[in-house]
């Protein structure tokens, strides 16, 4: 199982999160692949000191595509884990402030 430090890996920022950030304040993470959402909710409320209402976590399926120039060759992108975590109105974080 991981620490409440290597839960989270990176934001994920996309126009469809950035409308969820604004409108609906919740903030989408890549998590590990053990995650939960008790040890998500744990590691956000540590690590950016808001209080978190909800979190739903979604498995993203490795998706398979081709390469440009040879259609041959499969290129296949890994799967993750992603959690979309649901805060109170009047908290934000301020790592997805530069994107509005």
Do not use: C, W
Not at 5 to 11: D, F, S
Not at 24 to 53: C, I, P, S
Not at 74 to 81: H, M, P, Q, T
């Amino acid at each position: 199982m991981s620490t409440i430090y290597e839960v989270l890996h990176r934001p994920i920022v996309t126009e469809k999160s950035n409308y969820q950030v604004n409108r609906l304040h919740q903030y989408v993470f890549e998590v590990a692949a053990d995650a939960n959402r008790t040890l998500v909710k744990d590691a956000v409320e540590l690590l950016f000191h808001v209080t978190v209402v909800r979190v739903n976590i979604i498995n993203a399926p490795a998706k398979r595509g081709r390469n440009g120039r040879n259609r041959r060759v499969d290129i296949s992108n890994a799967g993750y884990k992603k959690a979309i975590v649901t805060l109170n109105p009047e908290d934000r974080i301020p790592l997805f402030e530069g994107v509005e």
